[in-house]
């Protein structure tokens, strides 16, 4: 094989990567895990002058359940991992029967910026279905791979092929509200209210608390036991073990502003999201069969893994 042959093979297969990436990092927007509550008492308590003050946990279970309840909602957010990649998500996503929707991803810096320039675009269109997750490369990219433009990633295919971290990726494709993040603090037994801000002009109450990672994946999500150990080996190679999250609720109970914060071997992990429109009409299409690729299959003639090309 020559060097030529060689690098676009790579690329190709870090393409693939990056993508599958985004497809957990672009709905971290709206999460990072899922709880049943916790054992904190969330009792109002009362105070003087007959005002009664709410405690933080009282507070965040009401957001959970009316952010829950609202269906769908506008997207907007930027991450950045460390020297890996930044990136920004626009769009509207849907909950109310598994995950839909579509965002539009663009890639501000990193390697990973760098390997989508070689493939003629650092923009990505992605759309969620119940079931999948798609993502539309550029035309350079298409030419390289027989022409078709979408990536399909079945969501059983990805927990096959990436052990641990496939099987919580599965879990959470399919499970993502972006009252997640509000349950995150629920299930951290560590929770404070920061006080009153505003957020783009809405009134708020921000607050915060720091969460253990492997152990929230634990608690709230449906691994087995060997694909629990299996992600939580694969979450320290990464450096990944707590995370700061900070939220904001606007006066109707509902997520405006989310911010999360933890380390990565790669450097400092940071993603911020804003909320609005709640209620707004969400539709994903799936992209036509003809101009389809399934990641599977094409990894198989790269001769790549997902586990080798994400590590």
């Known amino acids: 094989m020559g060097v030529g042959r060689m690098k676009s093979t790579s690329v190709r297969r870090m393409a693939l990567a990056?993508?599958?990436?985004?497809?957990?990092?672009?709905?971290?927007?709206?999460?990072?895990?899922?709880?049943?509550?916790?054992?904190?008492?969330?009792?109002?308590?009362?105070?003087?002058?007959?005002?009664?003050?709410?405690?933080p946990i009282a507070?965040?279970?009401?957001?959970?359940?009316?952010?829950?309840?609202?269906?769908?909602?506008?997207?907007?957010?930027?991450?950045?991992?460390g020297s890996m990649m930044s990136m920004t998500a626009d769009g509207a996503l849907g909950w109310a029967d598994g995950i839909s929707g579509t965002l539009t991803i663009e890639y501000t810096g990193g390697t990973m910026a760098d390997t989508m320039r070689q493939l003629g675009t650092t923009k990505m269109?992605?759309?969620?279905?119940?079931?999948?997750?798609?993502?539309?490369?550029?035309?350079?990219?298409a030419r390289q791979a027989g022409g078709k433009h979408w990536i399909k990633y079945d969501y059983d295919d990805l927990a096959d092929l990436a052990g641990g971290s496939g099987a919580y990726l599965k879990d959470q494709m399919q499970n993502t509200t972006p009252n997640q993040s509000v349950k995150l603090l629920l299930a951290s037994g560590d929770v404070k209210k920061v006080g009153e801000e505003k957020v783009r002009g809405k009134d708020t109450t921000h607050y915060s608390g720091t969460v253990d990672v492997a152990d929230l994946a634990g608690k709230n999500s449906s691994l087995s036991a060997s694909q629990l150990a299996d992600l939580k080996k694969q979450l320290e190679q990464a450096g990944v073990t707590t995370?700061?999250?900070?939220?904001?609720?606007?006066?109707?109970?509902?997520?405006?502003k989310k911010v999360e914060k933890g380390q990565m071997?790669?450097?400092?992990?940071?993603?911020?999201?804003?909320?609005?429109?709640?209620?707004?009409?969400?539709?994903?299409?799936?992209?036509?069969?003809?101009?389809?690729?399934?990641?599977?299959?094409?990894l198989e003639k790269q001769g790549g893994t997902v586990a080798g090309t994400t590590s």
Do not use: H
Not at 244 to 256: C, F, G, K, P, R
């Open 59 to 81: 507070a965040l279970r009401s957001a959970e359940k009316s952010t829950d309840a609202a269906d769908s909602a506008q997207v907007e957010s930027t991450t950045v991992m």
């Open 125 to 141: 269109e992605a759309r969620y279905l119940p079931d999948a997750y798609y993502a539309k490369m550029g035309d350079a990219f």
């Open 243 to 256: 995370e700061t999250v900070d939220i904001w609720v606007d006066d109707q109970d509902l997520l405006v």
């Open 265 to 298: 071997a790669t450097g400092e992990l940071t993603q911020t999201a804003y909320y609005s429109d709640y209620g707004v009409k969400v539709s994903a299409e799936e992209p036509p069969a003809s101009d389809t690729e399934d990641f599977k299959k094409l």
């Open 18 to 55: 990056i993508a599958a990436t985004t497809a957990l990092t672009g709905l971290a927007a709206c999460s990072s895990g899922d709880s049943g509550g916790s054992d904190q008492d969330d009792r109002a308590s009362g105070s003087g002058g007959g005002v009664t003050k709410v405690s």
